[in-house]
């Protein structure tokens, strides 16, 4: 069974970086493409970022470009989220995925709070 674990999440002044985390235990995490999504109050769930895992490409959203970058290590079976220049909009539950193009698997989610 495959098992998502978010971490890092938290409190920070507008300016600031936080790096988030997500550990994934069960199945073969170097197939898997992996993503952040986020979910603000009151809003959908929206794409934040991804990396393909046969190539490591990369997408962003235009709100995020620039600001945050998404890694993986995969002897860890981790994949980060680094995020810097924080504004209030970013405020919201980060939940990362794991795409193994036939099943998608969800993590439970990590706050984050940016306070202007």
């Known amino acids: 069974q495959v098992q998502l674990a978010e971490s890092g999440g938290g409190l920070v002044q507008a300016g600031g970086s936080l790096r988030l985390s997500c550990v994934v235990s069960?199945?073969?995490?170097?197939?898997?493409?992996m993503g952040w999504f986020r979910q603000a109050p009151g809003k959908e769930r929206e794409f934040v970022a991804s990396?393909?895992?046969?190539?490591?490409?990369?997408r962003y959203a235009d709100s995020v470009k620039g600001r945050f970058t998404i890694s993986r290590d995969n002897a860890k079976n981790t994949v980060y989220l680094q995020m810097n220049n924080l504004k209030p909009e970013d405020t919201a539950v980060y939940y990362c995925?794991?795409?193994?193009?036939?099943?998608?698997?969800w993590g439970q989610g990590t706050q984050v709070t940016v306070s202007s």
């Open positions: 995925n794991a795409d193994s193009r036939k099943v998608l698997y």
């Open positions: 069960g199945g073969t995490f170097s197939t898997y493409t």
């Open positions: 990396m393909r895992w046969s190539d490591s490409t990369t």
